[in-house]
């Protein structure tokens, strides 16, 4: 692919103050920022992954985690390399830490990603594996022609980005799928080495209340980390009350990796705590992952407690939904499609 510009920055003396997410990198001459994908070249920001991925595959839209926005679909899932946080449990350490010169990354312009989407059957375009905010540029490209050709999309995100960055995806970006790590600046440390939650909740609201997105949210529990009540009890209070009742909450299990093998996987009781945490404020569809759970990841009607979309993995098993509603009470259900 040609170097392809980046957007959102501006040049503050001989260095480009890089303006898509809240590190807000001051990046010198040929020097990247944190993300190691944005560049300094001759005075002028570079985005160095466009157009350029480590991976791409078909996946059902459950395996994102995204299960109330048409369910049972296939999405086509492009990733890069690079990342704004360094999780010390990250499961795609192999590309998120990566560089764009080691070797990982062969050429996928936008309009290919479509062919390839439709080619395969897909309903949507899923930007996931590495943190596709640093491929802002390519997601918005590929985004849009996405859109024209009548597939959806959906941002796989640790929502690490700025109100601007979040505005310029604004209009090409359907679902807003967020990791919300915790509820406080020592978890956000200690698991990702940012400073802060604020811009991850800033932004997942932004995107639900202000660009109308369907967002939902993932939180791995982390035991010693984000486990304890009152994290809990105020993300779930968090999403009721500003992202909305009827938005997925999923609490998955975390297990011992990486810079966090040394750390005991989530109990089973912990996880189902968090659930009834999670019920008690209000939330209407609280899923638990990464475990063996009967009933964990199945969708019910909120008037009588049917089931209506059920799962086992990431196979919709069985959707009984009529014109999107309750087969037995008629309430419209929360899942969109």
């Known amino acids: 692919m040609d170097v392809h510009s980046a957007e959102l920055w501006h ?11 809240p590190h807000a990198c001051l990046i010198g001459a040929d020097h990247v920022g944190v993300c190691g994908v944005r560049r300094n070249i001759d005075g002028t920001l570079v985005a160095l992954t466009y157009g350029r991925v480590s991976s791409a595959a078909v996946d059902p839209i459950e395996k994102k985690p995204v299960f109330h926005y048409r369910p049972g679909t296939l999405v086509f899932s492009v990733g890069s390399v690079g990342c ?16 764009v010169d080691g070797g990982m990354l062969h050429d996928l312009p936008p309009d290919q990603v479509v062919h390839l989407a439709l080619a395969n059957g897909c309903a949507g375009v899923a930007f996931t594996y590495n943190e596709p905010v640093i491929q802002a540029e390519y997601v918005h490209d590929v985004a849009r022609l996405a859109h024209d050709a009548g597939l959806y999309t959906v941002m796989v995100t640790n929502g690490y980005i700025t109100t601007a960055g979040l ?95 040394d750390i005991p996987a989530t109990p089973l009781d912990t996880l189902r705590r968090a659930r009834r945490i999670g019920l008690d404020a209000g939330l209407r569809h609280v899923y638990l992952g990464n475990v063996s759970e009967s009933g964990g990841e199945d969708t019910t009607c909120t008037g009588c407690g049917a089931t209506l979309v059920r799962r086992d993995g990431f196979t919709v098993a069985g959707d009984v939904r009529v014109d999107g509603a309750c087969p037995e009470c008629g309430l419209p259900s929360d899942v969109v499609g």
């Open 11 to 21: 040049a503050e003396g001989d260095a480009i103050r890089c303006e898509l997410c």
């Open 84 to 99: 704004t946080m360094r999780c010390g449990h990250c499961q795609n350490w192999q590309i998120s830490r990566a560089t």
């Open 167 to 261: 505005d310029y995806l604004a209009g090409s970006i359907d679902v807003w799928r967020v990791d919300v790590k915790g509820m406080t600046a020592e978890a956000y440390r200690h698991l990702c080495r940012v400073p802060s939650v604020e811009p991850v909740l800033r932004a997942a609201e932004r995107a639900k209340q202000v660009h109308g997105m369907h967002v939902e949210v993932v939180t791995n529990v982390v035991p010693g980390v984000n486990d304890d009540d009152e994290q809990l009890t105020a993300l779930a209070a968090w999403i009721a009350t500003e992202l909305g009742e009827e938005t997925a909450w999923h609490i998955t299990r975390f297990f011992p990796y990486l810079e966090f093998a």
